[in-house]
């Protein structure tokens, strides 16, 4: 979705003397030429702004650029961007030994837009392209922006420096991102709604809440903030064509520490905390994983960035070698995730089979929603993996790259629907320590839904049955 693009680079040999003398000319293409007064000969630098179209754009292969009038093919499918004595000859150069050393356009098929800039071929240079607005109204989708030196006779090394800017007609958000940035502000505004929401509740139960109550209030705070400053780094980058790198990273770790917080906690229900004990032996174990996850996990998406959308020129090798680190963190983290999904299932079943043998209906009906909200996330997941697959793998990918965000926002998305429906279990209510803290008995009497409720609870590990119970508590089911 990128239109408009603004492009200020300067080309330079480390320093020199500033051009004395301009003048614009045309070359045979039609094109306007920054043309410098030189005594000895000189090379152009070619610079090409065009549209790859979405048919061929979002194929695996990508687009045939011969096709679309940058460089061109022989019969046996070779390709050839410069013009070259053997291009030359073969007919592929446009105004034929006059276009040597220079990229080859076809006139014909290009529709985008062309620079040259001469240099001289010795001396000190330093110049700067003039004109440099190349404006592109047609189609959203993806521009390609390329820089060409091929004179490799008589020509030089060339270094770029400066900077290059795309404007879309929303903004300077690249077009991929725009629509995140919209999904994000969507969940920050869920995310206040729920935790206020919930905030209040709490409040106004403040004497019957229990413990895991602020945990969940903490992991909605937390993905309140994550998506905040999410939205905030793509609003400043739409606005102001520049990065705000602490919202960016200030996002990152928070949203790691909510996921990390809520993998904890999903563990620490499951074990019956809570409900079944009022502490829990393996909670060390827990925060090790837990600690383990933040560390693999932050320096993945550190990673992934500083290789993607590094702010600095680096090598292939170096850009390598981040990407080879982050696939050995994300390996670590989906080896984490796994140990979480296992420990959470085997749990369930534990404390589920306990207060069935301790015939604690309402206890076990509100444990049996739980696993059943959190089968549909394992089974939302596991479809996800595969429709993640099947657009990475297929030519023909499903999701165009303005909407490939949409994987993302689907787990995000995923996680939400699990907070909520963890909320909602273990909501404030005016029994809700009751209900965590006695033990559910049944009642001698004629109706058969009075229950009868003990608040001194045995632990799930402990098998003596001949406990006192003390502090019996009348409870009527309705």
């Not at 490799?152 to 404007?167: F, M």
């Not at 303005?402 to 279990?425: E, H, P, S």
């Amino acid at each position: 979705q990128q239109q408009n693009n603004d492009n200020d680079a300067k080309n330079n040999d480390n320093g020199g003397r500033m051009l004395s003398t301009e003048s614009i000319v045309e070359d045979v293409h039609g094109n306007r030429v920054l043309d410098a007064i030189f005594a000895d000969t000189y090379s152009k630098i070619d610079v090409v702004l065009f549209h790859e179209p979405a048919s061929c754009a979002n194929t695996r292969s990508g687009c045939h650029w011969p096709d679309l009038g940058i460089g061109a093919s022989d019969s046996d499918g070779l390709l050839r961007y410069c013009c070259s004595d053997e291009a030359a000859e073969a007919g592929f150069c446009e105004g034929g030994q006059q276009q040597l050393g220079r990229l080859i356009v076809n006139s014909s098929s290009f529709a985008g837009q062309h620079r040259v800039m001469k240099i001289p071929n010795s001396g000190e240079f330093a110049g700067t392209i003039k004109y440099g607005k190349l404006e592109e109204p047609k189609d959203s989708g993806e521009y390609i922006l390329v820089i060409a030196n091929c004179n490799d006779k008589t020509g030089r090394d060339v270094e770029v420096t400066g900077q290059y800017t795309l404007k879309s007609k929303h903004g300077f958000l690249p077009g991929e991102f725009y629509g995140e940035m919209i999904f994000f502000a969507f969940l920050t505004i869920l995310y206040f709604v729920l935790m206020l929401g919930y905030g209040i509740s709490m409040k106004i139960y403040e004497d019957d809440g229990i413990p895991i109550q602020k945990w969940i209030l903490c992991s909605i705070a937390l993905g309140l903030l994550e998506s905040f400053f999410l939205t905030g780094d793509y609003f400043v980058w739409n606005e102001d064509g520049t990065r705000f790198w602490f919202a960016m990273y200030t996002g990152i770790f928070i949203g790691v520490l909510k996921r990390a917080l809520s993998k904890c906690l999903i563990v620490m229900v499951s074990l019956g905390w809570g409900v079944v004990r009022d502490n829990l032996e393996h909670m060390l174990q827990i925060q090790i994983l837990g600690v383990l996850y933040t560390i693999a996990a932050i320096a993945s998406e550190i990673t992934s960035r500083l290789a993607i959308t590094g702010y600095r020129v680096q090598s292939t090798d170096e850009e390598r070698e981040l990407l080879d680190a982050d696939t050995v963190m994300r390996f670590i983290v989906i080896a984490i995730n796994v140990t979480f999904a296992l420990w959470v299932l085997d749990a369930l079943s534990a404390t589920m089979q306990y207060l069935e043998n301790m015939n604690q209906r309402r206890k076990l009906v509100r444990y049996l929603r739980l696993r059943l909200y959190l089968l549909f996330s394992f089974l939302f997941a596991t479809v996800w993996l595969m429709l993640f697959i099947i657009n990475a793998m297929s030519e023909q990918p499903i999701l165009e790259r303005q909407t490939k965000w949409a994987i993302d926002g689907l787990m995000r998305l995923n996680y939400l629907l699990v907070l909520v429906a963890v909320a909602f279990l273990w909501r404030p209510a005016p029994n809700a320590k009751e209900f965590a803290y006695v033990m559910e008995l049944p009642a001698l009497g004629e109706d058969e839904n009075e229950l009868e409720m003990t608040a001194n609870i045995p632990s799930a590990l402990d098998d003596d049955d001949d406990d006192e119970y003390e502090e019996e508590v009348d409870f009527a089911e309705k």
